[in-house]
């Protein structure tokens, strides 16, 4: 346990030091391009709110940030686990017919979540937008989402995932990646405002780890992240994990429990309720191809 635990520690600092490392270029960059609109001091929310506003520098900055965990996933295989009998999940056979499922089960997961809010009366349609600076907009999301599904799903269920599974099985490595994943989460905008998000957030995890263990590699967790987050915040306007992207739909909060607040779709227990009963599902599937092969 403890040779575990180290790597973990040792994961998580290579992690958070290449963040860090990239921060200061990025900040650099955007300090330069705010002296001109600010007088006098320039605050750390002034430069974050400038990332946020720019296009380029907020894909750089997000894009970055999501090979750190890339990053981190191949530094540790190579340094300790190559050797180990186990795979990081990225090279499988047949991976764009199994990213291209799990693009398409993150939509319908999230629309379905969408839907069922709206029928409640959670939420209601205030607009539509299709111009081109949302076509732009949403344009660069799409970079963005892709290289945040890839890097977490490198990281999470690709490195800490497998060195958890090969030291002490699939329950174990499902829930250490899942509590993980959800603490990465825990400086989101209104993660804390009730208990849904953070629940949400290790069930997500939960249900990225299971798909991996049923499709056998990364391609279908990585499809379903993509899509989750890139339907929830650019499709149907709702804040993916307490962050408000541009969106094609508009909606207007009515009932803040049904529609998860602040914190968008993820802080409903209307998604609760479909994540559970999507890792439901995937579990006993797990089982029951497990129990063929013995």
């Known amino acids: 346990m403890f040779k575990f635990i180290g790597k973990l ?8 030091g290449l963040n860090i490392l990239i921060s200061i270029p990025i900040g650099v960059v955007a300090g330069f391009m705010a002296a001109a609109q600010f007088d006098g001091e320039l605050s750390t929310d002034a430069l974050m709110g ?6 380029i520098l907020r894909t750089v900055s997000y894009t970055l940030s999501a090979a750190c965990g890339a990053a981190t996933a191949a530094i540790m295989f190579l340094a300790f686990d190559r050797a180990g009998g186990w795979r990081l999940g990225w090279r499988e056979s047949g991976w764009l017919a199994k990213g291209l499922l799990g693009m398409l089960l993150g939509a319908v997961f999230i629309t379905l979540s969408y839907v069922v809010v709206l029928l409640l009366g959670g939420i209601q349609v205030t607009g539509v937008t299709w111009s081109s600076s949302v076509i732009t ?8 989402f892709t290289a945040v599904a890839v890097g977490e799903e490198l990281f999470s269920r690709g490195y800490i995932y497998g060195a958890a599974k090969k030291q002490y ?8 990646s899942s509590v993980l994943f959800a603490l990465l989460h825990s400086m989101n905008p209104g993660v804390f405002s009730s208990v849904f998000p953070m629940l949400n957030l290790f ?5 990225l780890a299971l798909f991996r263990e049923w499709s056998g590699g990364l391609w279908v967790p990585i499809g ?7 339907f929830q915040g650019d499709v149907l306007g709702m804040a993916v994990s307490g962050t408000q992207t ?3 739909l508009h909606n207007e909060i009515r009932d803040p429990f049904l529609a998860g607040g602040q914190f968008g779709l993820e802080g409903t227990i209307v998604t609760t309720i479909i994540m559970v009963a999507v890792c439901v ?6 089982r029951r191809r497990l129990r063929t092969i013995s």
Do not use: K
């Open 9 to 16: 520690l040792l994961a998580l600092v290579i992690f958070f």
């Open 50 to 55: 400038l990332i946020e506003s720019n296009p």
């Open 137 to 144: 907009a949403i344009g660069f999301d799409i970079i963005i």
């Open 169 to 176: 099985g699939i329950i174990f490595a499902v829930v250490v």
């Open 203 to 207: 069930l997500a995890g939960v249900m």
């Open 224 to 230: 379903v992240h993509l899509t989750w987050n890139y």
């Open 246 to 248: 541009p969106s094609i």
């Open 281 to 286: 599902w995937l579990g006993l599937s797990i």
